[in-house]
Structure formats: C-alpha cells, structure tokens
C-alpha cells in the first residue's frame, strides 16, 4: 500500500515537474523571441537614422549644382522630419517609403547634371547612400523573419496558452507602402 502511494506521488510529482518545465520553457522562449524582434527594429531605425544623416550631406553637395530644384530638396526636408518623427514600424514604413521616393526624384535630377555626378564628394556620398540602403533592406529582412518566427510561436500549442496569459501580442511586420511599387515621377 505504501509502495502504491509512493509510486503515484512520484508520477503526479513528474508530471507537475514536465508541466512547470514546459512552462517556464515556453515562457523563456516567447521572451527571448519578443527580444529578438526588438533588437531587429531597432537595427532598422539605427539603419534608417544613418541615412537620415547622410541626406543633408547629399542634399548640399546637389544644391551647390542644381539651385532651382527647390520641390525636390522640400520633399526630402519633408520626409526627413517624417522618419524622425516615426515610432512604430508602421510609421518607419511609411516615412520610409516617403523617403525612397524622395531620394529617386533627387538621384534623376543628378542625371541632368554631369559634371555633379563626376564630383568625388558626391561619388564617395552616393555610394555611401547605396551601402546604407543595402543596410535596410537586410535589417527589414532580418525583422520580419524574427517577426514571423515570433508571431507563429504565440499562435502554437502550448505557447498560445502562455502568450494570452501574459499580453504576448502580434507584432506587424515592416511592409512598404503601396506608393513605393510605383516609380516616382519628375518633371522638369
């Protein structure tokens, strides 16, 4: 009798033991996920803040070409302040895609002026552009994979259980506005 009594608290105790395990498991792991996010958004903004200090170099080094350009260093000024006023990844997207849209009607106004692309200053600062730009696209990768690995574990048996109890909450993935599917349009 003793021994049955022994041997069902021994199974009830693994039981409790595997339970807790998993919890705490499970726990850790959408902590660590949520944190993984994070670390990526914040990439994309150190990403999108190194360009943003990058345009007024742009923009000075073309004023000194292109004085009677005026909209197109405004939309830049514009969408400057857009990005620096961005909070959640749905405003860093749509400051972003003011941006890039910005930046292109710049880059054709350069193609009217030769001798401001052969210009070594403009060169090193264009290229420096194009390097960071690469960096954004690599760290908007970089976060929608880790959004999306963290969005599926909230969503699966056992986490879901844990995420409703304790405000583990879908995280939206950093998309581009549809206006950046079109080419910008410049007039001259």
């Known amino acids: 009798m003793k021994n049955k009594s022994l041997i069902v608290?021994?199974?009830?105790?693994a039981v409790v033991i595997i339970l807790i395990g998993t919890f705490v498991g499970s726990y850790n792991g959408l902590v660590n996920k949520q944190t993984n996010v994070d670390e990526k958004a914040a990439t994309i903004q150190a990403d999108l803040q190194r360009r943003n200090d990058l345009?007024?170099?742009?923009?000075?080094?073309v004023k000194g070409y292109a004085t009677h350009e005026e909209d197109v260093f405004t939309a830049?000024?514009?969408?400057r302040s857009k990005l620096a006023g961005a909070g959640t990844i749905q405003?860093?997207?749509a400051a972003n895609s003011a941006m890039d849209s910005a930046l292109s009607r710049l880059l054709v106004v350069v193609e009217n002026y030769p001798d401001l692309k052969a210009n070594q200053s403009f060169i090193a600062l264009q290229?420096?552009?194009?390097?960071?730009?690469n960096r954004i696209k690599v760290s908007r990768v970089d976060y929608n994979e880790a959004a999306a690995v963290y969005n599926a574990s909230i969503?699966?048996?056992?986490?879901?259980?844990?995420?409703?109890?304790?405000g583990f909450e879908k995280v939206d993935l950093f998309q581009?506005?549809?206006?950046?599917?079109?080419?910008?349009?410049?007039s001259f």
């Open 176 to 186: 581009a506005e549809a206006a950046a599917q079109e080419a910008p349009v410049v």
């Open 91 to 93: 405003e860093q997207s």
């Open 127 to 133: 290229d420096t552009l194009e390097g960071t730009e």
């Open 76 to 79: 830049i000024a514009d969408a």
């Open 155 to 166: 969503r699966k048996f056992p986490t879901v259980i844990i995420a409703g109890m304790f």
């Open 9 to 13: 608290l021994a199974v009830v105790a």
């Open 55 to 61: 345009i007024p170099n742009l923009v000075t080094t």
